[in-house]
Structures are given as C-alpha cells and as structure tokens.
C-alpha cells in the first residue's frame, strides 16, 4: 500500500504538480564552489541559495565590465532582497587597486583562472567577458548575458526572479 501511495503521489507531481516539481530541483553546482573573498577568505557560493543571485563574471581589464558596474551597483542599492555578486577572473592586487577608482558595495570574490571554466560550464563556450548569470531563490539559473548588460534588459531578467 505504501508504495502504491508513494508512486501515485510522485505520479502527480510528474503530471500536474509543475510547481512543486520545480520546487525539488536541486541547486546549480556552481553553489558547490568556494572562492576567496578580498580578504582572503573561502566564501561558499552555497551561502547565497534561498536569494535571487545576479553573478557578474568580470575583470579590472575588461573595458564593458567597468561600464556595467554603476547598473549592477544601483541593482545592489535598489533591492535589498537580491545579491549581487561579482566573481573577478583577475587577481587581488588589480581588484584591490580598482576598487580605489570605483565604488562597489556589493560582494567580490576572487576566482582567477578557474573562472573560466566555471563560465563554460555555464554557457558561455567563448568565455567573453563580462558574463552575468541570473539564478532564482532556489539556485536555478534562470537566464545568461554574455556582453554588457542594458539596464532595461537586466530590469526585466530581475523582475522574473524576485
């Protein structure tokens, strides 16, 4: 009897339940990963599962990344109920001495060279910066930019994970 239950209720999720059956997915593994913050220490992406995440792949070097920074600090500022998250695929020491030209309050991790993959993993198969990723409270990914993000563009992709 308990199996036939079991089954029957698994059966209505597969058929009907779409929401609830979205609801089990698990997290992208990229929540798996830890990167070292400017302070040196490891933060867990797994940290940020349970919030809508907007996941800026950038670089100092990177001339649209720089440009994109202002939108995604005004995102920050306008909704507190959204992390944004810059993931640097550079190092320290250029981080450190761009944040004394350029004012960011949201959180920057460090990924260096192991960024790279990590973007192709997730769809980016060029691996062009500046690449943004958006993931729901659940830690789905919901949609990609590659290139400089549009702030009407971005508006509309946050809309549909908050």
Same mark, same amino acid.
């Given at each position: 009897?308990f199996l !036939?239950t079991?089954?029957?209720?698994? &059966?209505? &999720?597969? %058929?009907?339940?779409?929401? %609830? !059956? ?20 490891? /933060?867990?992406l797994?940290?940020? #599962?349970? !919030? ?15 440009? +994109?920074?202002?939108?995604?600090e005004?995102? =920050?500022? /306008? =909704?507190? $109920? ?5 993931l640097?695929? $550079?190092?320290?020491?250029?981080? @450190?001495?761009? @944040? ?8 920057? @991790?460090?990924t260096?060279? /192991?960024? *790279? ?15 943004? #990723? ?6 789905? +990914?919901?949609s990609?930019?590659?290139g400089e &993000? ?7 992709? #946050?809309?549909r *994970?908050?």
């Amino acid at each position: 009897m308990f199996l !036939r239950t079991a089954s029957g209720a698994l &059966l209505g &999720l597969a %058929a009907g339940g779409g929401m %609830a !059956r979205a609801a089990m997915l698990p997290a992208d593994p990229v929540f798996g990963r830890s990167f070292d913050d400017l302070q040196g220490a490891a /933060q867990p992406l797994s940290a940020y #599962v349970g !919030r809508p995440v907007v996941m800026n792949f950038w670089a100092s070097w990177c001339a649209p990344c720089v440009r +994109e920074m202002p939108l995604l600090e005004s995102l =920050h500022q /306008q =909704h507190s $109920d959204l992390t944004v998250l810059g993931l640097a695929i $550079d190092t320290r020491a250029n981080v @450190l001495r761009f @944040l004394d030209k350029v004012s960011v309050s949201y959180p920057l @991790l460090l990924t260096g060279t /192991q960024g *790279i993959p990590l973007m192709r993993d997730l769809g980016n198969k060029g691996g062009g910066l500046p690449f943004t #990723v958006l993931f729901d409270r659940n830690g789905r +990914e919901s949609s990609t930019v590659v290139g400089e &993000l549009k702030p009407d563009d971005l508006q509309s992709r #946050v809309a549909r *994970i908050l």
